[in-house]
């Protein structure tokens, strides 16, 4: 494990394992490094893989104050990082909350090779009330609660789905980290997707969405697609929010025949 220290003198952890070209990974909300178990053993063998804790959470500090554009900046730390360890840019696979920060990071850094973003949730219709409830959970204690209330009505994943992350080996960080569930959701309802921000990004960028995600993760990749220039859209068929978990095979090709294309 290694740590960056981020712009406002918080340290973000990463985690390194695999042989091959430069792969940073960004995780959704809630989550840390370990929820990409079942997808590394997959990587591995083709990649070096630079896992990132993000800030609030496992290895990685915090700060008192938030919003995304500090995560965005946390992952330009740890690219640059490792860009400048290995001599050359390297590439970014970001999930839901995570890809939106690596979305955001593209505007700030050069040392990105290709980018990869899974359904990025920049359309957001959070269910009134919603964020009330979590706050008064966080407080009462209720933090699993929390988590599946993320998991089912945000993320849109069945109940089934759930179980799986469940039995995921990042579950207890998960819950560890059920207090920036709040932070990160306002985050997203506050943010407004500006397509003119993203017209000069020239990043090489492929798109990951399931055939049975939920309408806010759909809307966001068609935004993304016509805002992106040459970004390229992958569907998972059969596949919503989580194939690192339902079908890691399946995701692991296409992350890598794009990765791996000349």
């Given at each position: 494990?290694?740590?960056?220290?981020?712009?406002?003198?918080?340290?973000?952890?990463?985690?390194?394992?695999?042989?091959?070209?430069?792969?940073?990974?960004?995780?959704?909300?809630?989550?840390?490094?370990?929820?990409?178990?079942?997808?590394?053993?997959?990587?591995?063998?083709?990649v070096?893989?630079?896992?990132?804790?993000?800030?609030?959470?496992?290895?990685?500090?915090d700060?008192?104050?938030?919003?995304?554009?500090y995560?965005?900046?946390?992952?330009?730390?740890?690219?640059?990082?490792?860009?400048?360890?290995?001599?050359?840019?390297?590439?970014?696979?970001?999930?839901?909350?995570?890809?939106?920060?690596?979305?955001?990071a593209?505007?700030?850094?050069?040392?990105?090779?290709?980018?990869?973003?899974?359904?990025?949730?920049?359309?957001?219709?959070?269910?009134?009330?919603?964020?009330?409830?979590?706050?008064?959970?966080?407080?009462?204690?209720?933090?699993?609660?929390?988590?599946?209330?993320?998991?089912?009505?945000?993320?849109?994943?069945?109940?089934?789905?759930?179980?799986?992350?469940?039995?995921d080996?990042?579950?207890?960080?998960?819950?560890?980290?059920?207090?920036?569930?709040?932070?990160?959701?306002?985050?997203?309802d506050?943010?407004?997707?500006?397509p003119?921000r993203?017209?000069?990004?020239?990043?090489?960028?492929?798109?990951?969405?399931?055939?049975?995600?939920?309408?806010?993760?759909?809307?966001?990749?068609?935004?993304?697609?016509?805002?992106?220039?040459?970004?390229?859209?992958?569907?998972?068929?059969?596949?919503?929010?989580?194939?690192?978990?339902?079908?890691?095979?399946?995701?692991?090709?296409?992350?890598?025949?794009?990765?791996?294309?000349?």
């Amino acid at each position: 494990m290694n740590k960056i220290v981020s712009f406002d003198g918080a340290p973000i952890a990463y985690w390194t394992s695999g042989t091959g070209p430069a792969l940073v990974l960004v995780h959704g909300t809630t989550a840390d490094h370990t929820r990409w178990q079942a997808l590394l053993p997959l990587l591995e063998p083709h990649v070096t893989a630079y896992a990132i804790d993000r800030r609030g959470r496992g290895a990685s500090g915090d700060a008192p104050d938030y919003a995304l554009e500090y995560e965005a900046a946390d992952v330009v730390a740890v690219v640059e990082a490792v860009a400048g360890a290995t001599g050359g840019p390297v590439d970014v696979f970001g999930h839901s909350y995570g890809a939106h920060c690596t979305l955001e990071a593209l505007l700030l850094t050069s040392a990105v090779r290709r980018a990869v973003l899974y359904e990025p949730g920049i359309v957001s219709t959070t269910p009134a009330g919603w964020l009330d409830r979590m706050t008064a959970l966080v407080t009462d204690g209720r933090r699993e609660e929390v988590v599946v209330a993320l998991l089912r009505d945000i993320a849109g994943l069945t109940q089934e789905q759930v179980e799986w992350v469940r039995a995921d080996p990042s579950w207890a960080g998960r819950v560890a980290a059920a207090h920036t569930v709040v932070r990160e959701t306002q985050a997203v309802d506050d943010y407004r997707f500006d397509p003119a921000r993203f017209a000069s990004v020239t990043v090489p960028t492929l798109l990951l969405t399931g055939s049975q995600t939920n309408a806010n993760f759909a809307a966001s990749t068609v935004l993304l697609a016509e805002a992106l220039p040459g970004a390229r859209v992958v569907t998972l068929a059969g596949q919503g929010h989580v194939a690192m978990l339902t079908a890691p095979q399946l995701l692991a090709a296409e992350l890598l025949r794009f990765l791996q294309d000349r």
